[in-house]
């Protein structure tokens, strides 16, 4: 069993910043890339930023580049999303995952973290 926890959610006035963390524990396992995902109220869930640990390319969404910055440990299977410059519309529920082929196919799922900016 693969489990990932996250870690770092709260509140935070616009402008801040926060920082998101996810550690997998569990059986070992071998990871291509790890991503953050948000889910506002009413929304779906999307992605929010990528980073491949073979080259360490990274792929952030057009709605938060410049202001959060996507970082970790491939080796550990470790993943950290520092997020600057919080707008109210970044409230949502944070989750990261898993892409263990490099297919696009996140295969394991953290419980999230709430994150919380206010106006």
């Known amino acids: 069993q693969v489990q990932l926890v996250e870690s770092g959610g709260g509140l935070a006035q616009a402008g801040g910043s926060l920082r998101l963390s996810c550690a997998a524990s569990?059986?070992?396992?071998?990871?291509?890339?790890m991503g953050w995902f948000r889910q506002a109220p009413g929304k779906e869930r999307a992605i929010v930023a990528r980073?491949?640990?073979?080259?360490?390319?990274?792929y952030y969404a057009d709605s938060v580049k410049g202001r959060f910055t996507i970082s970790g440990d491939g080796a550990k299977n470790t993943v950290y999303l520092q997020m600057n410059s919080l707008k109210p519309e970044d409230t949502a529920v944070y989750y990261c995952?898993?892409?263990?082929?490099?297919?696009?196919?996140?295969?394991?799922w953290g419980q999230g973290t709430q994150v919380t900016v206010s106006s």
């Open positions: 569990g059986r070992t396992f071998s990871s291509y890339a």
């Open positions: 995952a898993v892409d263990d082929r490099g297919q696009g196919l996140y295969v394991y």
């Open positions: 980073i491949s640990w073979s080259d360490g390319n990274t």
